[in-house]
């Protein structure tokens, strides 16, 4: 079984997810993020939740 881990955009603990510049994505959140529209208000969520968790992971590191 993979450890689980935390999504940086929504705090969910699974296994089920992908790892992009070494911060977290669960599975549902990644399908939300490349299924929002640019123009949507949610995308720019999406960019700024990537954003912190990245600047944060480098910190740490």
């Keep these: ?15 089920k997810g992908i790892y992009v510049l070494n911060v977290f994505l669960c599975h549902e959140c990644e399908q939300e993020m490349v299924n929002t529209p640019v123009e949507d208000p949610k995308y720019q969520f999406f960019v700024d939740q990537m954003s912190k968790a990245h600047h944060q992971s480098m910190i740490v590191s």
């Design 1 to 15: 079984m993979r450890e689980q881990s935390c999504c940086s955009v929504c705090s969910k603990r699974t296994s």
